[in-house]
Structure formats: C-alpha cells, structure tokens
C-alpha cells in the first residue's frame, strides 16, 4: 500500500484530486435549489439588459452585440451566442439550478423548438433599461417591448397547449428581472437630457417609480414570482473606471450613489407591491454588496483582477470593441478575472453571485 501512494499514477490522482477541489473551492458549482414538497417550476423566464440577454439583440441593428469571438469562449461549444460574457449568465444558472434546464435561450433564437417556449426563454436586451431613453438610445428593445414579446409568447404556447396548461405555467414560473446599469452609465452621466431635469436623488426615484411599473404589468399578465435584481455599483466597472475615475481609475463614486439609491427606492416599492398584491412573491435580489465585496477582495473569491476585463486591455473593452482583433491582449484564463469585458462579470462571477443570492433570497419565492 505504501509502494502504490507513492507511485507516479497515486501521486498524480492525488494532485488530481487536489486540484480539483480547490477548483471547486474558488469556483463552486450553482448548487441544485430544493423546492419545497410538491412544488414545481415549469419555466423561467428573464426581462432585462445585457447581464441576461442571451441573443436576442442579434438581429438588431445596434451596436449592442456580441454574438462575435472572443464573446463565448468558455461557452458550449465555444459558441458566440449573443451573450455578452465568456460563457454563461445568471439566468443560464438559475434555470439550472432549479432543474429547468442547463441555459435559457433567446425569445428571438431562430432554432427554438416547443420544449424550449415551454420551459421558459430571456426575452432581455442588451442596453436596455428602466427608463426608456436607454433602450431609444442603444436601438434595443425597451422593457415594454419585451413584455409585448412576451404576450407575443403567451398567444404561442396558448396555440400549442391550451388555455389552461397555458394558465398554469405563466403563474407558476419564476421570473427574473435584471436592468438599471444602463440608465445610469449610459444615459444620466454620458447625456444631459436626464441630469439637467433629475438630480442623482430623483433620478433615483424615477428609477425606482418605472421599475414598479413594470413589475405591476408582469404582475398584471400573470407572473407571481418574481426576482428582481438590483442595480450593481456601476461607478465600479472597469469602463466607467476608466472614463470617470481619474489617472488612478478609481470607482466613480456619483453612479455608486445612484445606484445605491436606486436600490433603496426600488426595494421599498417591492415590498409594499408584496404585501399589496394576492399571491405576489416579489423578491429584491440584492447584487450591489455581493459584487462589491468581491470587487474590494478578489482574492478571497479566486480571482486575480477586479478593476480591468480579460478582453483586449479591460479597461474600455465592451461589445463590438471587444472582438477577434483584441485576441493576442485578451487573458488566456477568465476565471482569474471579476469581469470579462470593461462592463460584463465573467461566468465564474455569475456563477458565484447566483449561488449566493439562492442561498440568500431563494426560500422567499415559496
């Protein structure tokens, strides 16, 4: 026995072993979410901005893309679908880890089948975000644009299955709402048309007020469950570092405090949405401190970098700027780094952060 431990083929199983489970340590898998007895989830479905679109901006023209290499290296195949990550994104983990399915196509993927409509789709886009001017600017769809798809899915599957099936699976889905970065870094602080009438405390609230809107009319189609995502602290990406944070790329500190704003209003109005609406399981899914923390402490998570991308530099990299020509700057291995490009967390982040927010939240939706 002593002979086999110290053999070349035991002592290589044994740094194997060892390898892997620190893998597993930096970079635990989205454990598998119990649902309470006789308790099912048919579908998922997602609404938001590019942090859950999987590729419905595809066909659009804008320059809200990805679905180009480097975009999808670690993905399935090493397929560029329009996710703006190197892999997947929260709502891939989320249908996974409550048994749906392992990824959570786009409304608009051309391939879907009936079995992908049944069990849920993203009908997010890319630059959208509560305040309609950022889906105008970008060219994307707005929020209620995708609700409108949305119905347009309804009056499909209700073709397919019946009213009452139909019924069944809008109520009992989960629904995933994930927007808000964009209004503040793409539209309050790059154009004056919202600074000059909000101040940071109002745009807040506006925020706030659009994202109540818009959880009422899913409410109103259907949905009970619903997870909405806070805004992260945007003045933290590696783009916005580099735009407004100095010679030293500091965070900027002014669409922290918007966001952080933003989030108190918005959790506020889902709590009393909640306790004001029949059978409504509104849940905050708070992001902003999780994401911070690992910001502010890389190396406690796993991860090397934190203020810059693995795409091409990290530091302005987002989009059709992070493309095949970026390839001898990009990183050879994402899970050293928070983010993939100058706006976007990479997988192993994504996979870190939904983990913990269904360790944290996922009890509320029962």
């Excluded at 899915?153 to 069944?168: H, L, N, P, S």
């Excluded at 959880?215 to 109103?220: R, V």
């Excluded at 998570?301 to 700027?321: D, P, Q, R």
Aim: proline share 6%.
């Amino acid at each position: 026995m002593s002979s086999f431990l110290h053999s070349p083929t035991a002592s290589s199983l044994a740094m194997t072993m060892t390898f892997v489970a620190l893998c597993l340590l930096q970079f635990p898998l989205v454990a598998p979410f119990k649902l309470p007895h006789n308790m099912t989830v048919p579908a998922v479905f997602a609404f938001g901005d590019s942090i859950i679109d999987p590729g419905n901006n595809n066909g659009l023209v804008t320059v809200a893309k990805s679905n180009f290499h480097p975009y999808g290296r670690d993905f399935y195949g090493g397929v560029a679908t329009g996710r703006f990550s190197n892999g997947r994104v929260p709502s891939d983990f989320l249908a996974e880890a409550i048994g749906v399915k392992d990824t959570l196509p786009a409304y608009l993927d051309p391939n879907l089948n009936t079995r992908d409509l049944l069990t849920g789709v993203s009908f997010a886009s890319g630059a959208a975000g509560y305040d309609p001017l950022s889906a105008q600017l970008a060219l994307v769809f707005s929020m209620s644009d995708q609700l409108n798809l949305f119905r347009e899915y309804m009056r499909k599957i209700r073709a397919e299955v019946g009213d009452e099936r139909a019924r069944t699976i809008i109520s009992e889905s989960l629904y995933l709402v994930c927007t808000g970065s964009n209004d503040i870094t793409n539209t309050y602080f790059s154009i004056p048309v919202r600074s000059s009438v909000y101040d940071i405390p109002s745009y807040a609230g506006f925020i706030a007020k659009l994202a109540s809107e818009f959880i009422q009319e899913l409410y109103g189609i259907g949905a009970r469950r619903i997870g909405v995502l806070s805004l992260p602290p945007a003045g933290c990406l590696p783009s916005q570092r580099t735009i407004k944070g100095g010679t030293n790329r500091d965070c900027f500190a002014p669409a922290n405090r918007l966001a952080s704003l933003a989030n108190t209003k918005i959790q506020s109005e889902i709590r009393s949405l909640r306790s004001n609406l029949p059978d409504a399981k509104m849940v905050f899914l708070d992001i902003y401190y999780p994401l911070m923390n690992i910001i502010q402490h890389p190396a406690r998570y796993g991860f090397t970098y934190a203020n810059v991308g693995c795409c091409g530099t990290g530091k302005i990299e987002v989009s059709v700027l992070c493309n095949d020509f970026d390839d001898p700057r990009t990183c050879k291995d994402a899970k050293e780094y928070v983010f993939w490009d100058s706006y976007h967390p990479t997988e192993a982040t994504y996979r870190l952060l939904v983990s913990r927010l269904l360790d944290k939240y996922g009890h509320e939706f029962y």
